[in-house]
């Protein structure tokens, strides 16, 4: 007995069983729009052209560069601070507890 059309396989389908998860670890990671005064821009479009990269790939460069210089700076600031609370110096500890506020605050 044929085949009814319905049960056929089309052309150009596979009749194997199909992926149940694409594969992920190819995927780009998220993707942002980021709004840049001009002045920046054009910094970041000369950056992008002296390291021959596209200007998404030079801003993603200077983020993992900022964020780098900041926890560089708050390691050597942490080193600093025990260094120097064993001086037990009072004017010493004022000066860094304001400058622990600022690096923790932003001020």
Not at 59 to 75: C, D, P, Y
Request: hydrophobic share 30%; proline share 8%.
């Amino acid at each position: 007995m044929p085949q009814p059309e319905a049960n056929r396989p089309r052309s150009g389908r596979r009749a194997g069983p199909l992926k149940s998860k694409p594969n992920r670890r190819n995927r780009p990671g998220p993707r942002y729009s980021v709004g840049l005064p001009s002045a920046v821009a054009t910094q970041v479009e000369r950056y992008a052209e002296t390291t021959d990269t596209s200007v998404s790939k030079a801003i993603a460069g200077l983020v993992r560069l900022g964020l780098e210089s900041q926890a560089n700076r708050k390691r050597e600031f942490f080193s600093r601070l025990k260094a120097n609370l064993a001086t037990d110096d009072p004017k010493e500890q004022d000066r860094m507890v304001d400058e622990f506020r600022a690096l923790i605050l932003g001020r």
